[in-house]
């Protein structure tokens, strides 16, 4: 067997919706942009992709669901609002832990360059790029569509996506590090062994960085981070209290409650009800320390 074939495997029940512009006289690789392949897809339990020697980078974005993803060393879970940039060079493994969908991109190295570097992060431009992809494909079969809006939509959606991927010249720290991974999964139950690991640090080194830079111990950075995003469902979302809590972290409404008023001075149902009628007074709580 070829230990460098790549093994794709789509169970009945998945969909894959591809957007091409190749129908066009100048459309092929999304007008000559390096987009060798997009589609918006819905995928089932036992959807896999193996390439161990992969010629593309690949782009995922979740829509909804989880998929879970091997790239070299790097591991993990790749859930709603999350993107991942795979580049290509080393073994890319990505399947359906569940019924899920994203969007995924093909790219051409000519094209793009070999300044493409691993990401696994918060999208900034997801929704954007959701609403480009699906009006696209709806002007793709479209019985009369505009050449001109589907140029459009391409360029907009590459240049989206040149963003998510820039460089950065930046020079991440350990704490921006930690900090990113666990916004990425806040209802996590976090060992700080496992928060030193992320940013390769001793856990009591990591102690003595977050003392300094922080203000606070790694817990205490994990409870404002879970806060943080309890202020923003609370706001924006209907969600019952106890599926917040869960979340970001919490077995127990109890214990998400007791934090929160900690955090923000007043339980979460009184927040809801502050935000909803602009009335949020300012900020009193202190973050806490506690993991949850």
Avoid at 228 to 257: H, M, N
Wanted: with cysteine.
């Amino acid at each position: 067997m070829n230990n460098l074939a790549k093994t794709i495997i789509i169970p009945h029940g998945c969909v894959e919706n591809f957007v091409d512009f190749s129908d066009l006289p100048d459309g092929s690789h999304w007008f000559g942009q390096g987009v060798v392949m997009a589609a918006l897809a819905h995928h089932v339990p036992g959807y896999s992709v193996d390439y161990p020697a992969p010629r593309r980078h690949s782009i995922q974005y979740c829509l909804g669901g989880c998929y879970r993803f091997e790239y070299g060393t790097e591991h993990g879970e790749l859930r709603p609002g999350e993107l991942l940039v795979l580049p290509r060079g080393h073994r890319q493994k990505f399947h359906a832990a569940e019924p899920s969908r994203n969007i995924f991109w093909l790219l051409d190295p000519a094209e793009w360059g070999g300044e493409l570097r691993f990401a696994h992060k918060r999208s900034s431009h997801g929704e954007l790029l959701r609403l480009l992809m699906e009006t696209a494909l709806h002007e793709r079969y479209s019985p009369s569509p505009e050449s001109g809006l589907r140029r459009n939509l391409a360029n907009l959606a590459v240049s989206l996506l040149r963003r998510e991927t820039a460089v950065s010249n930046h020079r991440e720290s350990p704490l921006e590090k930690l900090a990113a991974r666990l916004r990425l999964r806040p209802d996590r139950q976090w060992t700080v062994e496992e928060m030193a690991g992320l940013c390769g640090l001793s856990a009591p080194y990591l102690y003595a960085v977050c003392r300094k830079h922080a203000g606070q111990s790694p817990y205490g950075l994990l409870t404002r981070i879970r806060m943080e995003l309890a202020e923003t469902l609370l706001a924006r979302t209907d969600y019952p209290v106890k599926v917040i809590a869960s979340q970001c972290g919490y077995a127990l409404p109890f214990s998400f409650t007791r934090a929160f008023v900690k955090h923000a001075g007043m339980p979460p149902q009184e927040y809801r009800r502050l935000s909803a009628a602009g009335t949020l007074p300012a900020k009193s709580g202190s973050g806490g320390e506690t993991a949850g």
